[in-house]
């Protein structure tokens, strides 16, 4: 038996030469600048910083925020669950731009100049658990496309990103340095300074159908060409940053119409496939063909994961309610989730959630998914509800009046939810 005497001496030690060698890095940590690399390796964590961020938001100042400091850089490696995270709210907000500021809005979407009466959902800020977000900087947006093609392609919901990016930059651009384009597909605003092009293209299954040039208001009546993106994809060549969707026009019924060949020859031709099996192949060939013609060294590709929809209060806990209507704050807690790239809800997602991660899995360019899934499930109270349009017309107050049939809780109003996509994709964009 070894002697009691010596494992003590020997304990004290070892105490000793650790308290002494603590003493001294924190004394170099301490007389170093905050800007030298000891102070920097000292506060390398992304989570301990997130947990610091939020343990202490409430005390924060605009002089002391992280997320405007270059120290805190948002690295995408770190940071590979920017979903994962909060809405926080922060009464000193203040919108890039306005319904009334940005003119680029269409009346579906501007709530504000539409009667909303309340301004609340405004105010809250998306907070990522294990990083900061950097602060939206327009001309440094700018900046990092400048002399580039920025694209948004799919539905109703990727406009609004794209709306939203155009407006969340606009306004640092002299009156006679942008202009806008619209065509039946494709709308293209520039900014000649910088020789940014930032465009939308029209194409909400991304293959092709019969809704591609004039929209088919009868879900039923809709036909895709599940095995073609061939007239699309001649619009995303060239371009240099592609950001991608499609989801919610699937979401119309459990059979897709499918066909391979041609229009004018296909009412008769089409086949009825099962909607995950219809969308697993039309994102196979939205694939075949990004892999086939894209020069990653020049293009970067985005895929915005599924926009929810908030069509049953009571999945938020709220029985009395009527949808999305009335809503003025985020969920507290849902009882079903949409979780990204998961299956253990596809009772409730049909297994649509996985279809393109397990696509963009297999292929052999590099796709970054936007994950907005998740943080967006939380904001019932973001959408247009009965302050957007129907056919093209304001709803009237009768219409208003009749929540249950007249809200809309698949769009967004802006500004809103879609500018913390693009804050995202900003991150994504200035760190590369």
């Not at 539409?114 to 959902?121: H, L």
Request: glycine letters at 4%; hydrophobic letters at 35%; aromatic letters at 12%.
């Amino acid at each position: 038996m070894k002697p009691f005497g010596g494992n003590m001496l020997c304990s004290f030690i070892t105490v000793l030469i650790c308290t002494l060698v603590f003493i001294a890095l924190f004394y170099t940590v301490t007389l170093s600048s905050p800007s030298s690399p000891s102070f920097l390796n000292a506060l390398s964590c992304p989570k301990r910083i997130a947990a610091s961020k939020l343990s202490h938001s409430a005390a924060r100042s605009d002089l002391s925020r992280p997320e405007e400091d270059e120290r805190f850089e948002f690295d995408p490696d770190e940071c590979n669950t920017v979903s994962s995270g909060r809405w926080v709210f922060n009464s000193s907000i203040k919108p890039l731009y306005t319904d009334e500021t940005c003119p680029y809005l269409e009346k579906q979407v501007s709530c504000t100049k539409n009667g909303r009466p309340d301004s609340g959902y405004l105010q809250w800020e998306w907070q990522p658990d294990d990083c900061y977000l950097p602060r939206f900087d327009p001309k440094r947006m700018l900046e990092k496309i400048k002399g580039k093609r920025l694209m948004f392609v799919g539905d109703s919901i990727q406009r609004g990103q794209w709306r939203s990016m155009v407006c969340m930059v606009e306004s640092v651009i002299p009156e006679d340095g942008k202009s806008m384009e619209k065509h039946r597909s494709l709308s293209i605003f520039s900014a000649k300074e910088y020789n940014v092009t930032i465009e939308f293209y029209w194409a909400p299954f991304l293959v092709e159908s019969n809704s591609d040039a004039r929209i088919v208001a009868d879900p039923n009546e809709r036909i895709l060409k599940v095995d073609s993106v061939s007239p699309h994809a001649l619009y995303w060549q060239d371009v240099d940053i592609l950001v991608f969707n499609s989801y919610v026009w699937w979401m119309n019924g459990p059979y897709v119409k499918s066909l391979w060949g041609s229009f004018p020859n296909g009412e008769d031709g089409y086949e009825e496939l099962e909607r995950t099996a219809a969308y697993r192949i039309a994102l196979r060939t939205w694939a075949n063909w990004a892999d086939s013609t894209i020069d990653p060294n020049r293009t970067r590709v985005f895929f915005t994961t599924m926009s929810p929809t908030h069509m049953r209060s009571e999945d938020w806990n709220h029985k009395d309610g009527i949808k999305c209507y009335n809503e003025t704050s985020p969920a507290k807690k849902l009882k079903r989730r949409m979780q990204w790239g998961g299956s253990r809800n596809s009772s409730y997602s049909y297994r649509m959630t996985d279809v393109i991660a397990s696509i963009v899995e297999r292929m052999r360019i590099n796709v970054t998914f936007i994950n907005i899934t998740e943080l967006s499930e939380y904001r019932v109270d973001a959408h247009t509800s009965v302050y957007g349009e129907r056919s093209e017309e304001l709803l009237s107050e009768e219409q208003r009046d009749d929540p249950l049939q007249f809200a809309d809780c698949i769009h967004w109003c802006l500004p809103g939810v879609p500018d913390t996509w693009n804050h995202i994709l900003y991150s994504y964009l200035v760190r590369s």
